[in-house]
């Protein structure tokens, strides 16, 4: 870390040593009398650079540098540089000290802007960098720093869970944008769940069916829509919605679940259930749908059954969740027969299952790598929508 520092400094130092050896060439020009060369301040400068000493480096060379049209980029890296370095109080001193210069362009001008709102954003003062940004949008004619700015705003009032405001601030980016959709879909869900605790359905529908209009692939508007039609007791059109669910991400499968035999067994169609099971072992042969399918098997025909059944299917596609699953029914086979104590080699393979299945994680990002027992939209992370699932293979799904 300190060789990176030093090595923003040294950078600073060049565009300084450059900028000052310029406004030395052109007062040179105009009063050839004068003795031309680079200020005291700046070699004094460079000797804490060399010395270790960035702190006291950036210090001399802020004092050592005028303000003025030629050297007001080097202010705004210097600023970047705190920013970069945690200091963003830092940051914040020097461009504002910028905006108090009269003499600066337009161009430059709204640029220190952007770059203060950063600031603002690093030390969490999120009002004045939001107006900042909104004054940008009003005001400024530069396309790319207009950009900039909304995506700043959009970040920001994603974070303040603004999630309308947010909205209105991406939907003329749509086009340009293809990939603001996914999120656009998961704030519209984030909205649909406001009306839902406020019991305004109507709504919360219509937000969840603008959200696949968005993203047809986003499953919590799936999933939000199939709870909305089982509160209805429209059990069969949640089915229909759920069973979806694999062409739009078959990792989500083990997500959806228990929806979908929480809708089955309302609807009274355990038959129903253990055919849509047998579909989703073809698709994708998920722990979770084993032991679905093995806890049907033994409530109809018995713990023997589900052995031999699960056993079956563990063979083509092992897991430490379906073993430990497969030990439960073995224990509980020989407690029907009347076994008073249960066999030590069970015990000690279910010991092993547990212990190598406790503390891992059930769900993981696939951007980022963060893990987690529970399910999340939005990474805690990385911040992307969408990117947790549930874990497969031996250790998980």
């Known amino acids: 870390m300190q060789d990176a520092v030093l090595l923003g400094v040294l950078l600073a130092a060049i565009a300084i040593g450059f900028g000052l050896g310029f406004r030395y060439a052109h007062r040179r020009a105009q009063r050839p009398s004068r003795a031309p060369g680079l200020s005291r301040e700046y070699f004094v400068g460079l000797n804490y650079l060399l010395n270790e000493q960035p702190d006291e480096a950036i210090k001399t060379f802020i004092h050592a540098l005028d303000v003025n049209s030629e050297t007001v980029e080097?202010?705004?890296?210097?600023?970047?540089?705190?920013?970069?370095?945690?200091?963003?109080?830092?940051?914040?001193?020097?461009?504002?000290?910028?905006?108090?210069?009269?003499?600066?362009?337009?161009?430059?001008?709204?640029?220190?802007?952007?770059?203060?709102?950063?600031?603002?954003?690093?030390?969490?003062?999120?009002?004045?960098?939001?107006?900042?940004?909104?004054?940008?949008?009003?005001?400024?004619?530069?396309?790319?720093?207009?950009?900039?700015?909304?995506?700043?705003?959009?970040?920001?009032?994603?974070?303040?869970?603004?999630?309308?405001?947010?909205?209105?601030?991406?939907?003329?980016?749509?086009?340009?944008q293809p990939a603001m959709r996914r999120p656009?879909?998961?704030?519209?869900?984030?909205?649909?769940?406001?009306?839902?605790?406020q019991s305004s359905r109507a709504l919360a529908r219509k937000h969840l069916?603008?959200?696949?209009?968005?993203?047809?692939?986003?499953?919590?508007?799936?999933?939000?829509?199939?709870?909305?039609?089982?509160?209805?007791?429209?059990?069969?059109?949640?089915?229909?919605?759920?069973?979806?669910?694999?062409?739009?991400?078959?990792?989500?499968?083990?997500?959806?679940?228990?929806?979908?035999?929480?809708?089955?067994?309302?609807?009274?169609?355990?038959?129903?259930?253990?055919?849509?099971?047998?579909?989703?072992?073809?698709?994708a042969p998920y722990t979770s749908v084993i032991v679905a399918l093995g806890a049907l098997v033994h409530q109809r025909d018995g713990v023997d059954s589900a052995i031999e059944r699960t056993g079956e299917w563990l063979a083509e596609a092992p897991s430490l969740g379906g073993l430990d699953y497969l030990v439960d029914l073995y224990l509980e086979s020989e407690r029907l027969m009347g076994k008073e104590t249960p066999d030590t080699r069970l015990m000690l393979l279910k010991h092993h299952t547990k212990a190598l299945m406790g503390g891992r994680p059930r769900q993981r990002c696939r951007r980022c790598g963060f893990s987690s027992d529970s399910l999340a939209w939005q990474c805690p992370s990385c911040r992307r929508w969408g990117t947790i699932k549930p874990i497969t293979g031996v250790e998980g799904e």
């Open 74 to 176: 080097t202010h705004i890296a210097l600023g970047k540089l705190f920013r970069s370095r945690g200091e963003a109080d830092k940051a914040v001193g020097i461009h504002q000290n910028l905006l108090a210069r009269p003499a600066l362009s337009t161009t430059t001008n709204e640029t220190i802007q952007l770059e203060l709102a950063r600031d603002f954003i690093a030390l969490g003062v999120h009002d004045r960098a939001q107006r900042l940004l909104r004054a940008l949008l009003e005001h400024s004619s530069q396309e790319g720093l207009r950009l900039e700015a909304k995506r700043l705003l959009i970040d920001l009032l994603e974070r303040e869970k603004e999630w309308q405001d947010a909205l209105e601030i991406v939907q003329p980016l749509m086009k340009q």
């Open 209 to 283: 069916k603008k959200a696949l209009q968005l993203d047809e692939r986003c499953v919590r508007a799936t999933l939000m829509l199939a709870d909305l039609d089982m509160d209805n007791g429209q059990y069969a059109k949640a089915i229909e919605r759920l069973s979806h669910i694999p062409q739009q991400d078959i990792a989500h499968i083990p997500t959806m679940l228990p929806a979908l035999q929480r809708a089955y067994a309302r609807h009274d169609d355990l038959a129903g259930l253990e055919t849509h099971l047998y579909q989703l072992l073809g698709e």
């Open 184 to 197: 656009a879909s998961h704030w519209l869900c984030e909205l649909a769940q406001q009306e839902i605790d």
